[in-house]
């Protein structure tokens, strides 16, 4: 008889739906951007999204975040489908969560929830991991109610309330224990880190800060020219990557941060201010930005509003445009003339130069466009921090351009 192999069988995606809100703060060009993210994030997560729901309320509803009427849509789609999964966009509270999951008798999540679980999928260090872990017990203490639903279906059982009640509270007490030792684990991986800073403090530090999925890592890889993990996916990069990097013999650190999105658990945010550490710690930013992506210019103001609560918008910042190659494959047609593509180019470059003072470049790290042009900039930057803070060492320094041509020549340059 032939030999009996064991076959793995294929992971199925859940299927889900997704469900947003068009409101007073919220127009409906705003809900799709938002419904295209969290799409992006359900696919991240390994989810498959079938349809979209949306409804124009003034304020979500305060027991089913949607309406009566939206609410029996969906769930007679839900049944009909056979679909697993409800992803809303916005945090709910407890009580919503619980009252939606009883109508629709399938699992719910919010926005903040899927980017825990996304962030549990992807966390790799001790580190990572301990803030991933921190993040989804301070956001699931609240819920642990809905957790003990399944002793609502036990009728007439004497003592089952009370002893339901005893379980949560123990649930409580022990989660509460748990948030208080991993808080002291991650106090003491930041003395570690902040011994670790110590030691290089001489050294100057760059930090790549974005929205997440905007190339950061590409660009990394690029300037530091090691291999560092890239895809195109929501959160590819959690843990902070530093590399020591050498332009023209003028050393620097450049990290790698976890990327920022719209609408971030504060949870998560609290978690990882000990990753986001590198941005305080940085002495240039570079804020890398897909200008490929329609609503580039708010995940700019994302990006800023995030690193102005950390304290960190102050900092010396280059702004990376990049995926420039999408941007004209995605804006210019195939049959416009050259000479209007440079002058509508001229004046998208113009108008940043002159918003960032003059701190902006535009690149395409895959194609490699620019990218000596930011090499350049970027050891301009370096080299000038260093003469201000250690003007004795100023005979070390000399000419960049050698440099910059042989690197031209190794790594084929394509200028714009």
Same mark, same amino acid.
């Given at each position: 008889?032939p030999?009996?192999?064991n076959?793995?069988? *294929?992971?199925?995606?859940e299927?889900?739906?997704?469900?947003?809100?068009i409101t007073?703060?919220?127009d409906?060009?705003?809900?799709?951007?938002?419904?295209?993210?969290?799409?992006?994030?359900?696919?991240t997560?390994?989810?498959?999204?079938?349809?979209?729901?949306?409804?124009? !309320?003034?304020?979500?509803?305060?027991?089913?975040?949607?309406?009566?009427?939206?609410?029996? *849509?969906?769930?007679?789609?839900?049944? =009909?489908?056979?679909?697993?999964?409800?992803?809303?966009?916005?945090?709910?509270?407890?009580?919503q969560?619980?009252?939606?999951?009883?109508?629709?008798?399938?699992? #719910?999540?919010?926005? %903040?929830?899927?980017i825990l679980?996304?962030?549990?999928?992807? =966390?790799?260090?001790?580190?990572?991991?301990?803030q991933?872990?921190?993040?989804?017990?301070?956001?699931?203490?609240?819920?642990?109610?809905?957790?003990?639903?399944?002793?609502?279906?036990?009728?007439?059982?004497?003592?089952?309330?009370?002893?339901?009640?005893?379980?949560?509270?123990?649930?409580?007490?022990?989660?509460?224990?748990?948030?208080? !030792?991993?808080?002291?684990?991650?106090?003491?991986?930041?003395?570690?880190?902040?011994?670790?800073?110590k030691n290089?403090?001489?050294?100057?530090?760059?930090?790549?800060?974005?929205?997440?999925?905007?190339?950061?890592?590409? !660009?990394?890889?690029l300037?530091?020219?090691?291999?560092v993990?890239?895809?195109?996916?929501?959160?590819?990069?959690?843990d902070?990557?530093?590399?020591k990097?050498?332009?023209?013999a003028?050393?620097?650190?450049?990290?790698?941060?976890?990327?920022f999105i719209?609408?971030?658990?504060?949870?998560l945010?609290?978690?990882?201010?000990s990753?986001?550490?590198?941005?305080?710690? =940085?002495?240039?930013?570079?804020?890398?930005?897909?200008? %490929?992506?329609?609503?580039?210019?708010?995940?700019?103001?994302? #990006?800023?509003?995030?690193?102005?609560?950390?304290g960190?918008?102050?900092?010396?910042?280059?702004? #990376?445009?990049?995926?420039?190659?999408?941007?004209? *494959?995605?804006?210019?047609?195939?049959?416009?003339?050259?000479?209007?593509k440079?002058?509508?180019? %001229?004046?998208?470059k113009?108008?940043?130069?002159?918003? @960032?003072?003059?701190?902006?470049?535009?690149?395409?790290? @895959?194609q490699?466009?620019?990218?000596?042009? !930011?090499?350049?900039?970027?050891?301009?930057?370096?080299k000038?921090?260093?003469?201000e803070?250690?003007?004795?060492?100023?005979?070390?320094?000399?000419?960049?351009? #050698?440099?910059?041509?042989?690197?031209?020549?190794?790594?084929?340059?394509?200028e714009?």
């Amino acid at each position: 008889m032939p030999a009996k192999h064991n076959v793995i069988p *294929e992971y199925e995606p859940e299927k889900a739906v997704l469900v947003g809100l068009i409101t007073q703060n919220q127009d409906e060009a705003t809900t799709k951007e938002y419904l295209d993210e969290l799409e992006f994030l359900a696919e991240t997560a390994g989810a498959k999204v079938y349809k979209r729901f949306t409804q124009r !309320l003034a304020n979500p509803d305060v027991a089913t975040y949607v309406g009566k009427g939206k609410m029996e *849509e969906i769930v007679e789609y839900v049944k =009909a489908k056979g679909i697993e999964l409800v992803l809303l966009d916005d945090e709910v509270s407890p009580s919503q969560q619980r009252n939606m999951e009883k109508e629709l008798q399938c699992k #719910v999540l919010d926005r %903040s929830m899927l980017i825990l679980d996304i962030f549990a999928q992807r =966390a790799r260090t001790l580190q990572a991991k301990t803030q991933v872990e921190l993040a989804q017990l301070q956001y699931m203490l609240p819920r642990l109610k809905g957790l003990w639903s399944h002793l609502d279906r036990v009728k007439g059982g004497i003592g089952m309330k009370g002893a339901g009640e005893k379980e949560i509270e123990t649930d409580r007490r022990i989660a509460k224990q748990k948030i208080a !030792l991993l808080k002291d684990k991650l106090k003491e991986i930041d003395k570690q880190n902040a011994t670790r800073r110590k030691n290089r403090s001489e050294m100057i530090r760059v930090a790549l800060v974005g929205y997440t999925n905007v190339g950061k890592s590409t !660009l990394m890889n690029l300037l530091a020219k090691e291999t560092v993990f890239a895809e195109n996916k929501l959160f590819a990069t959690l843990d902070t990557t530093v590399r020591k990097v050498v332009f023209n013999a003028v050393p620097f650190l450049l990290s790698d941060t976890v990327g920022f999105i719209r609408k971030l658990p504060t949870h998560l945010v609290e978690s990882f201010k000990s990753t986001l550490d590198e941005t305080l710690e =940085a002495d240039i930013l570079l804020h890398v930005v897909d200008i %490929s992506h329609s609503a580039f210019e708010d995940q700019i103001r994302v #990006v800023n509003e995030i690193l102005e609560d950390l304290g960190s918008l102050d900092k010396p910042m280059i702004m #990376v445009f990049n995926k420039m190659d999408l941007y004209e *494959e995605k804006y210019f047609d195939e049959f416009l003339p050259d000479e209007i593509k440079r002058s509508l180019l %001229s004046e998208l470059k113009e108008s940043w130069m002159n918003k @960032t003072r003059n701190n902006a470049i535009f690149v395409s790290a @895959t194609q490699m466009r620019n990218t000596s042009q !930011l090499r350049e900039l970027l050891f301009t930057k370096v080299k000038d921090l260093y003469l201000e803070r250690y003007p004795y060492k100023a005979g070390f320094y000399h000419d960049y351009s #050698v440099d910059l041509k042989e690197w031209n020549e190794q790594n084929g340059e394509e200028e714009a």
